[in-house]
């Protein structure tokens, strides 16, 4: 192996299985990806000791992390845990001032509690909390990437989500978003490289940007 290879470990967003990176293609000479999944979360289990736990799959030194939503907010915890040599984020948030007032609402009525099980068995429901109720068009395509529907594992990522205490943004972080974003709406998004007409499932319907992009962010 070319020592001179560097790793990059991919983390797909909630509920999605890591198939959402098929068509991102960074340079054999240069790069080698690996693709991180989603495990069950013990009960209880806080976001610190499941990043901890979830680090053990990252067996490379000097590594990228890369996470898309959800797993965006996961690798920036997992750096902790990780010798990186860069975070980049996608679709995203770098805080708690960056989520939406909903979510934030969502925080202190405890929504998360109150989604019957059922409902995450419904791939309708889950691509639409994914994305926003208004991104209908989109559902059809990200429900082909939808893996995980265990009630557990649904209700403990939104509780992390909405209640993420970060305050001060990651030192170094590589924060992609779209301006189009239904999710994490851009305006409340701080320094971050723009993704011009860029949803939050961009990775999969813009992959050719992140093709052309990618290699330049992680080599700068």
């Known amino acids: 192996m070319n020592a001179e290879v560097i790793h990059v470990y991919f983390m797909p ?6 198939k959402i990176f098929e068509n991102i ?29 979830l680090s053990k799959k990252v067996t490379h030194d000097n590594v990228v992390l890369l996470g898309v939503s959800f797993g965006g907010i996961l690798v920036q915890e997992m750096q902790k845990y990780v010798q990186a040599r860069k975070v980049i984020i996608v679709s995203t948030v770098k805080t708690k001032y960056e989520l939406p007032k909903r979510l934030k609402f969502a925080k202190y009525i405890k929504v998360y509690k109150l989604i019957p099980a059922r409902a995450f068995k419904d791939l309708d429901f889950l691509a639409r909390f994914a994305l926003g109720k208004r991104a209908t068009k989109r ?14 594992y649904m209700r403990w990522s ?33 320094n971050c490289i723009t993704v011009k007409g ?13 093709n052309e992009h990618l290699p330049k962010l992680i080599l700068s």
């Open 13 to 18: 967003g909630m509920a999605a299985n890591p």
């Open 198 to 210: 860029g949803t939050h499932i961009m990775i999969l319907n813009r992959y050719k940007w992140f």
């Open 139 to 152: 559902v059809e395509l990200y429900k082909k990437y939808l893996s995980v529907n265990d009630a557990h």
């Open 158 to 190: 939104i509780q992390q989500i909405v209640c993420w205490d970060v305050v001060k943004p990651l030192e170094g972080v590589v924060h992609i978003h779209g301006d189009k974003d239904l999710v994490f709406p851009y305006y409340h998004i701080k």
């Open 25 to 53: 293609e960074l340079p054999s000479d240069k790069f080698e990806s690996h693709w991180l999944e989603w495990e069950i979360p013990l009960k209880n289990e806080s976001l610190t000791n499941y990043a901890k736990r």
